[in-house]
């Protein structure tokens, strides 16, 4: 992954052009997405700019689980977008799915169409979460998700063991080697 | 006329800026309050949540944070208040196996009988439960069946009087 984010820093050093695809979203995704774009949360200041046509960008947003019909047409818009590219999954429904993560017409998430770099969760994610996911992908913060694990107990539990020890000392009938 | 211009635009991702307490970020287990009943993941609209029961003793939760909708039920559901929706919301990764979750619930048993619950098996699910069905399970969607070694005949003589679907028209 550091080999690709130097690649990232050499190919997109001032201006990351993004083209916007919905596959399927219920818009909650693209409105957060063009709210980023606004003075407030203002992603220009990074060179960020969002384009009409995926031969001009450098970068895709996908929001939403990828329907059946739109699949060829972003697998398509895809194969449009001049190497290297950057693809980021925005929601909950492009990182794993959704709630339609096992329909019938849905393909069920980004990655089942193409090759997805960044994952944004979130229904919709938080402005500052997709910010944080763009400024993730340029290297300017690290990253802060990590697989949690929790545990009640610890094995082998001392308590069995003892018992263990105290049952075999206690054996009644023992089979004797011949 | 404008006699004092200010900035609006943020400086987020090089100071940090908290989300509202009532944002509703990635949920969290208290592994010292939860009792593995499973309420969390029955109600999971997006069925994120799933229990694993390794043996009698010993059951595993796992929460894939990749399709999770961030409705909260689960925090609303938990009779134990184990679950937190804390209100982190940077959790944008490049491998989705960054926002799971996994917790292991050592589950008491009865000393006599040496299983966890009365198994009062009240309803098809729970006597489905006992044949290997899995409500939530994902990747076995359908009950595993039990075959008999040999070709039973009088298991098969019983399904000549099923009905069969029809066609119509």
Known sequence: ?178 | MVLKPGVVTLKYPFEPMPAPATFRGSPTWDHHKCVGCGACSNHCSARCILVRDVCQELRVMLYDGSRCTYCGRCAEICPEDAITITTEFELATEDTNDVTERMELFMLTCQRCGRCYDMENSNVIERLDLRGYRYDSLETRALIRTTTDQLDQNMLKKTENYQRPTKKG
């Open chain 1, 1 to 178: 992954m550091t080999m690709f984010k130097n690649l990232a820093k050499k190919a997109f050093p001032k201006a990351l052009w993004v083209y916007h695809c919905n596959t399927g979203a219920c818009n909650g995704c693209d409105i957060e997405i063009l709210n980023i774009l606004t003075p407030y949360y203002d992603v220009e200041r990074f060179g960020i700019k969002l384009v009409a046509s995926p031969r001009h960008a450098d970068a895709m947003l996908i929001s939403g689980a990828v329907t059946r019909p739109t699949l060829p047409l972003v697998k398509k818009a895809y194969d449009a977008i001049p190497d290297p590219k950057l693809v980021f999954g925005v929601g909950s429904c492009a990182t794993g799915g959704g709630c339609w993560f096992d329909t019938y017409n849905v393909t069920g998430g980004a990655h089942k169409a193409i090759k997805v770099d960044y994952y944004i969760p979130g229904c919709p994610p938080r402005p500052e979460a997709i910010l944080f996911g763009v400024a993730l992908a340029l290297g300017i913060v690290d990253k802060k998700a990590a697989p949690v694990e929790m545990k009640q107990m610890e094995f082998p539990i001392d308590m069995y063991e003892s018992n263990k020890q105290w049952e075999e000392r206690n054996v009644i009938y023992q089979l004797l080697d011949n």
